[in-house]
Nanobody, 122 residues
Framework: QVQLVESGGGLVQAGGSLRLSCVASERTNSRYAMGWFRQAPGKEREFVGGISRSGGSTAYADSVKGRFTIFRDSAQNTVYLQMNSLKPEDTAVYYC???????????????WGQGTQVTVSS
């Protein structure tokens, strides 16, 4: 069973930046696609962005496109979510997850991290 640990969340002012990290307990490069999701209070978990197994392609939700970037460090079994120009509506618990076949549907993901809180103040 693959374990995922997120870190890097915190409190930031609107317009600021944060970088989230997701460290896997085993090699994920070429094995798993990885996705980032978020869940705000009272809302469903939503897709934020993802990266393919090879790391050669990424996809983002429209709400974060142009502001968030996903990249992976294969040597460290780590995937990052760089978040710039943060907005109060980005406030949520952020989760990373892995799947054998990339999808924007959280139900397709097999393993999840515990989540990290991101709070953006106005």
């Amino acid at each position: 069973q693959v374990q995922l640990v997120e870190s890097g969340g915190g409190l930031v002012q609107a317009g600021g930046s944060l970088r989230l990290s997701c460290v896997a307990s085993e090699r994920t490069n070429s094995r798993y696609a990885m996705g980032w999701f978020r869940q705000a209070p009272g809302k469903e978990r939503e897709f934020v962005g993802g990266i393919s197994r090879s790391g050669g392609s990424t996809a983002y939700a429209d709400s974060v496109k142009g502001r968030f970037t996903i990249f992976r460090d294969s040597a460290q079994n780590t995937v990052y979510l760089q978040m710039n120009s943060l907005k109060p509506e980005d406030t949520a618990v952020y989760y990373c997850a892995i799947t054998s076949t990339f999808s924007t549907n959280p139900a397709a993901y097999d393993y999840w991290g515990q989540g990290t809180q991101v709070t953006v103040s106005s």
